[in-house]
Each structure stands twice: as structure tokens, then as C-alpha cells.
């Protein structure tokens, strides 16, 4: 069975930086692209970026508002993929998800979500 | 702003069917992912592709699309159909995923 959870989300103040875990099981991690989406209180989803396999190279690609700021990498030896999050704002504060896409190669058509993982910024 | 266009809100007497739009530029070169998500759950994709079910997925879902434009249709709305759904696809680069703005589905 796929899983796939979130941890290190919290309370942070703003331009203070936090780091997010995804912890996957139940399938081969290097073999997918591994994103991250995030959603604030009432809103709706937003993507935030994703990580492609080592193959081809582990690029990344990020939404316009993070771009910068964050930074997305992976561990395949410990099947976790991190979101670092530097320069924080308020307007940062969502539900934080990661995901796994239905076929390898593929960062689209996300079958398999964790439990997501709050994070706060405020003074 | 999302560059997929949602109405925010629909409604659909129980039993009936009920099409919920998802509009964009990028519609017209990538195919549409739909997800439902529930209040406090994580989304749940329901249709993928030209218009595909992942396994436990009721067969009441469909999709369909046509120019810039991608339908979710659930034929025989139920009660536990009642949920925030959104539209994902990738914009005009093709390298970013965009989401739309959501609509939220009541079942009366």
C-alpha cells in the first residue's frame, strides 16, 4: 500500500525558514517525481513544485510565488523527499502536501496524497 | 489568479446529474486531471486523462472536454458526492501545473 506522510510543520515566524518531510513506503520512491501542494485556510490547492527522478537528473521545477525561496529535494536511499522553505510570509501558511503522481516519470494525475502537514507564519 | 477558470459554486438535486467546467488556453494542448476533496481530508483524484477512473472510483464520474474546455459529469448525484472539486492540468509552458479555483458541489 502506498503511503506517503508529512511532517515538520509548525509555527514559524516571518523570514525564519523550516524545513518539510515526506516519508513514502509501499513503492519504489526513485522511480517517481515527487510534488509538493499546498493549501491555505478556505483556499484552494495550489501547486508548489516537484522533483523530477534521478535519471533525469532530479531537476525541479517551482510555482512563480516560491521560486527562490524554496527548494525541493530528495533522498532516495531513505524514500523522503524535503521541502525547504526559506524567507517565510504570512501568506505562506497552508496545509502543505506531498504527492505522488500515477505513473513513473509522470508529476500529474496524483492518485496518492499524505495527510498533510500545517504550517503557520505569524508573529 | 488561476489560469483554469471554475464556477465556484454548483448545485445538483440528489440523483440527478450535475457538469462542472474547468476552462483554460492550456486545455486545448494537456489533458485534465479532477480531484474531490472533502473538508479536512486530503484530495482524491477521480478522473484522469482523456477520461479515465482510477480503481474505486464510482463509475458515475466521467470526463469529457472540447476546445478550452474540460467537464467532470457525475450522472446520479449521492449525498457523499458533496465536496469541493478541482480541475489540474499543466499551463501553456508546460512545465508548471495549474489548478483551478474550485467549485463546490452541494447535493440537494
Known amino acids: 500500500e502506498v503511503q506517503l506522510v508529512e511532517s515538520g510543520g509548525g509555527l514559524v515566524q516571518p523570514g525564519r525558514s523550516l524545513r518539510l518531510s515526506c516519508t513514502a513506503s509501499?513503492?519504489?520512491?526513485?522511480?517517481?517525481?515527487m510534488s509538493w501542494f499546498r493549501q491555505a485556510p478556505g483556499k484552494g490547492l495550489d501547486w508548489v513544485g516537484f522533483?523530477?527522478?534521478?535519471?533525469?537528473?532530479?531537476?525541479?521545477e517551482y510555482a512563480a510565488s516560491v521560486k527562490g525561496r524554496f527548494t525541493i529535494s530528495r533522498d532516495d536511499s531513505k524514500s523522503i523527499a524535503y521541502l525547504q522553505m526559506n524567507s517565510l510570509k504570512t501568506e505562506d501558511t497552508a496545509v502543505y502536501y506531498c504527492?505522488?503522481?500515477?505513473?513513473?516519470?509522470?508529476?500529474?494525475?496524483?492518485?496518492?496524497w499524505g495527510q498533510g502537514t500545517l504550517v503557520t507564519v505569524s508573529s | 489568479s488561476s489560469e483554469l477558470t471554475q464556477d465556484p459554486a454548483v448545485s445538483v438535486a440528489l440523483g440527478q446529474t450535475v457538469r462542472i467546467t474547468c476552462q483554460g488556453d492550456s486545455l486545448r494542448s494537456y489533458y485534465v486531471s479532477w480531484y474531490q476533496q472533502k473538508p479536512g481530508q486530503a484530495p482524491v483524484l477521480v478522473i484522469y486523462g482523456k477520461n479515465n477512473r482510477p480503481s474505486g472510483i464510482p463509475d458515475r464520474f466521467s470526463g469529457s472536454s472540447s476546445g478550452n474546455t474540460t467537464s467532470l459529469t457525475i450522472t446520479g448525484a449521492q449525498a457523499e458526492d458533496e465536496a469541493d472539486y478541482y480541475c489540474n492540468s499543466r499551463d501553456n509552458s508546460g512545465n508548471h501545473l495549474v489548478f483551478g479555483g474550485g467549485t463546490k458541489l452541494t447535493v440537494l
Open positions: 504527492s505522488r503522481g500515477l505513473t513513473p516519470d509522470t508529476a500529474e494525475y496524483f492518485q496518492h
Open positions: 522533483i523530477r527522478r534521478k535519471p533525469y537528473g532530479g531537476t525541479t
Open positions: 509501499g513503492f519504489t520512491f526513485g522511480d517517481y517525481v
